[in-house]
């Protein structure tokens, strides 16, 4: 029969591999599409000046990211596409000088985890739409000092709990093993 004591540096090691797993699930999922301008399915009663994609996480832009194209299949857009400065969410991509009819928005990034992510989807310019609720293009999201100082004690203060927790795990593993060689 084994001593309760034995277990504690089992047990915390256990609960700190778990809290680390679980803490680190976010980071597992692939990049997501969470707004576009033009949205999938708008009909719009003047003509965009640039396609907007923003992500849920920073993305890689190259090899033209952002692509559209018209009802006959003829590339509409300047061939700029990039992302934002201030925010590797946030891709951009000029339009030519649209008349109506009905486009196609492709687009391909690259995650943070490596993984090439893409899609479609479709919207119209059509002037008989006038006086539909239309949307603004995304605005550029830019963190406060503040929100950044909040960010950078976050993961502080997850550095600290963890290394708080392997030093507590192996003093624990150190006191057990010197325990069972006396």
């Keep these: ?20 797993i679980l803490s680190c699930g976010p980071a597992l999922a692939h990049t997501r599409l969470m707004e576009a301008y033009p949205a999938d399915g708008d009909t719009l009663a003047e003509r965009p000046e640039q396609v907007q994609l923003r992500f849920n996480e920073p993305v890689e832009a190259e090899f033209d990211p952002i692509e559209v194209y018209d009802q006959d299949n003829d590339r509409v857009d300047e061939d700029d596409a990039r992302a934002s400065p201030d925010d590797r969410r946030l891709l951009f991509a000029d339009l030519g000088d649209l008349p109506e009819g009905s486009y196609t928005v492709e687009w391909r ?3 943070a985890d490596g993984h090439p992510v893409n899609g479609e989807y479709e919207f119209a310019v059509d002037a008989s739409a006038a006086g ?29 709990v963890l290394l708080v927790g392997a030093t507590l795990a192996a003093a624990g593993w150190v006191l057990y093993r010197r325990k069972g060689t006396v």
Excluded at 134 to 160: C, N
């Design 1 to 20: 029969m084994t001593k309760p004591a034995t277990w504690w540096p089992i047990a915390l090691l256990v609960l700190s591999a778990a809290w680390l």
């Design 109 to 111: 990034v690259t995650s």
């Design 132 to 160: 539909t609720e239309t949307r603004s293009p995304i605005a550029p999201i830019e963190r406060s000092a503040e929100q950044e100082e909040e960010l950078g004690s976050t993961w502080g203060t997850v550095l600290v």
